[in-house]
Structure formats: C-alpha cells, structure tokens
C-alpha cells in the first residue's frame, strides 16, 4: 500500500503530530520516541518544531560534544563539503591522514581504522584480535567481557553485549565471548585459558548505568594482559573525546590499551567510529583484511578534527571535569532537599542520578519543563551534556530536575538550586 493513498495518514503539514503520525507508519517501530521534533540546536539548547525550548542534558547520547551549531564545526562541515564528500579508502585522504596522526599522538598508540559507528569500531577490534592472535600462529579466539557491558548492535558486538534484553531473540549470537563480572579482578584472572586473545572493557560503563571502572580493575586486566600475552581493548566509544574529564578516560587512569575504539563525541554529530591500535598489532591488518566504504571519508574526517582540535584548544576535558563535578554536587543537594534520589555517580560529564522509582516519567516531566535527560536504566537518570556547558546551564537544569522532583514528592520549592 503507498502511504499517500486514501485513508493512509498523511504529512499533511510540519507540525509535530502530523510527523508523529506518519513517523508510526513508514518507520520501523523499534525505537521508542519522545513526541518532540527538533528544528535547530544553538550550543547547549535545542528548539522544537513550535519554537519551545529546551536545555539538552542528552547531548544525542554523549555525541553533540561541542553542542549545536558549533560556528567552527559548522565552518568546517560546510567548507569540506564545497570541496570534496568522498572519495573511498582506493586513495589518499588528507584529512583522514590528519586526523589519524592527532589521535594517535594524544592516545600514544600507533595507527588508526576509521569507520562509521560504534559497533563498526568494536566488530573492527574483535577482527583485529582474532587476526592478530591468528598471525601469531596462535589458536586463540575468545575475547573476555564484562557483566553490563554495551558494545553494539550488530552480532558480534550484541554477543559482546551480555544483556539478555538485547539479546534475546537474535539467537545464535556469533560464538567467542566470555563475560566475567565488571570490577572483579579475581573472576579476571581465573577466566583467562588457552583460548583467550584479548580483553574488552568500557573504562566506564555508560549504557549500564554509569559505573566506572576501579582502577585496581584496569591496572589488573594490564597486568594479565601482560602476563599472558592478550590484548587489553578499551571500548572509549562514550567516554573518549574529553567526556570524562580527561582526552580518553584511560588517560584518568593511567593503564594504557593495546586497542581503543571511539565514535560518538569524536564527530560531534556527524557519524565517525575509530579503532586505534599499537603499531605490532595494527600490522595484522594487512591490505584486503578489513574495509568500509564510507569509513574516514573527508567530510567525517574535516568535522572530527575540527572538534578534537576545539576540544583541546578550549579545554573542554577540563570543563568536563568542573562542570561534571558541579553537577553531581548538586544532584547530591538536591536529593539531600527533596529524597527521590539514592546515588550520584559518574566521571566528568558522565554522570547518572539513581533514584527510589521509575525515572520515565521523570524523563517525561522533565522534558515537559525543558530539561532533556533520558533513562539509562529504569530506575537511572543519565546526564551527557555537550561540554561546552556553563555553570549558568548547569544551575538551570538542577533547578528544573528539583522543580519536577519536588512535584512528584508534593514539596514546595524554595529558592532551591536557582
Ligand atoms: C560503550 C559503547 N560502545 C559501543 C556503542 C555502540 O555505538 P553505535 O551506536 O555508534 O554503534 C555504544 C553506544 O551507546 C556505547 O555506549
């Protein structure tokens, strides 16, 4: 049936239930989507179809690092795109080359694989592992993972995503993971036999819930990894890029991976994914080994350096950390004054608020105030705003957050954050 034929709901107009409508009817249903369309974003703030506006503590999930409408990453987008998209990987790319030597020197790994997303990242590490250990000569296969770890959608990357509610029903998963409990160094260590080539861990888990890894962990998965000859693989797709305070949150905790992936912040928007590794390991990916059409084409490469190069000239690490810190201060404050809050944690700009109930409808009364926050977890309220954020933007959100939660509890606000 075409969708424009009689009876069929229609894009009559740009309002946002006419989109809504039409959106429940051409797009697959498996996201579930806020009823909000957004026209323009301007730094910390987007603006909706009707002109409302909003401060956005998502951060299109831990991506818009330098907010919207950045004027240098726009200047940058738009001056790649008068001169050249794309070209594919047959050829030299300037930018690609650029950006590949930025990376490499501020993570002190050697060589770079660009790619598109995330999960394109990872499945790149888990090939480069398994080619690695295979042009040793070495039978080894198995790549160890953490309990709550996220690291994509695709097969590979939802086998190595021990969640049972992504992966149910996508079964059989490609075989090689074993998880071991997150932040047990013990369980580490035992699990690792014969058949183990590499480790891979999020530095802190962000779709678990926010929970960071001990630094007694990592330093032990570098320890074995040295020991036994594995890779250690940091999943840095949410945390890299200044998010937690530091470049690459490895950096926060001085144990350095064989392989780190990163995507999200590094584009600012525009889709890019990263695999860096030490150059003995990167050499198992020789010529016709692994590829990407559109992976570190000039336009994605154009927009990532123009935002790690504003990311380190405008120390926005550092932002993170102060503004990180001031947030949960004040999370911690406002559940001291109105309950409803249990726990505050995370690293920088990485940071989830636990709470006594259901965090939906928290989200949803948020958003109706003009604060953009989204559950993590059902009972976890996560915070990603881009890191350009002030102290001005970050009071604003905590007066929101404390107006609706002072709402649900029936308590009257006072002066409270504001
Ligand atoms: C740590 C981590 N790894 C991988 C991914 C997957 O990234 P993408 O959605 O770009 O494929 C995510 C996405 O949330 C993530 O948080």
């Known amino acids: 049936m075409r969708h424009d034929a009689p009876g069929a709901p229609e894009m009559s107009g740009t309002r946002t239930e006419d989109i809504a409508r039409l959106?429940?009817?051409v797009l697959m249903p498996n996201y579930r989507r806020a009823p909000v369309a957004f026209a323009r974003g301007e730094g910390v703030r987007l603006f909706d179809l009707e002109g409302r506006s909003y401060l956005d503590f998502v951060g299109g999930i831990a991506v818009s690092a330098l907010g919207h409408a950045h004027p240098r990453l726009t200047a940058a987008i738009q001056a790649q795109a008068a001169r050249l998209l794309h070209v594919s990987n047959l050829y030299l790319i300037p930018e690609q080359v650029r950006l590949a030597r930025w990376l490499t020197t501020r993570s002190g790994l050697d060589r770079a694989f660009f790619c598109n997303s995330g999960a394109e990242a990872n499945e790149a590490a888990f090939k480069l592992a398994r080619r690695y250990a295979h042009a040793r000569g070495e039978g080894r296969w198995e790549i160890l993972v953490a309990s709550g770890a996220f690291h994509g959608r695709t097969l590979a990357t939802l086998a190595a995503t021990p969640v049972a509610k992504y992966q149910e029903g996508f079964a059989p998963l490609p075989v090689g993971f074993r998880t071991v409990p997150f932040n047990d160094a013990g369980a580490l260590a035992d699990a690792v036999?014969?058949?183990?080539?590499?480790i891979m861990l999020e530095p802190v888990q962000g779709e678990g819930g926010v929970h960071p890894a001990t630094p007694e962990y990592l330093a032990e998965a570098r320890r074995l990894a040295d020991t036994h000859g594995?890779?250690?693989m940091f999943d840095e797709v949410q945390t890299g890029i200044g998010r937690t305070g530091t470049l690459f949150a490895f950096q926060g905790y001085g144990v350095t991976p064989d392989i780190l992936t990163l995507a999200k912040g590094l584009g600012g928007g525009v889709p890019i994914g990263a695999m860096l590794a030490r150059a003995e390991v990167a050499e198992a990916f020789q010529p016709g080994t692994h590829g990407s059409t559109f992976g570190g084409n000039p336009l994605a490469c154009a927009a990532a350096l123009a935002v790690v190069e504003t990311v380190e000239q405008d120390d926005l690490a550092g932002r993170a950390e102060a503004m990180g810190s001031r947030l949960v201060d004040g999370l911690r404050d406002v559940g001291r004054r109105i309950g409803v809050i249990t726990e505050v944690r995370g690293k920088g700009l990485l940071v989830a608020a636990e709470l006594d109930r259901e965090a939906a409808p928290i989200v949803e009364a948020c958003r109706g105030r003009g604060l953009l926050v989204n559950a993590v977890q059902p009972r976890t309220l996560r915070f990603a705003?881009?890191?350009i954020v002030s102290h001005e933007e970050?009071?604003?959100?905590?007066a929101l957050l404390e107006e609706v939660l002072a709402e649900v509890v029936g308590q009257v606000v006072e002066g409270g954050a504001r």
């Open 394 to 398: 970050v009071r604003e959100a905590l």
């Open 385 to 387: 705003p881009p890191l």
């Open 230 to 232: 594995l890779l250690l």
């Open 193 to 198: 036999t014969d058949q183990t080539c590499a």
């Open 23 to 25: 959106s429940d009817v």
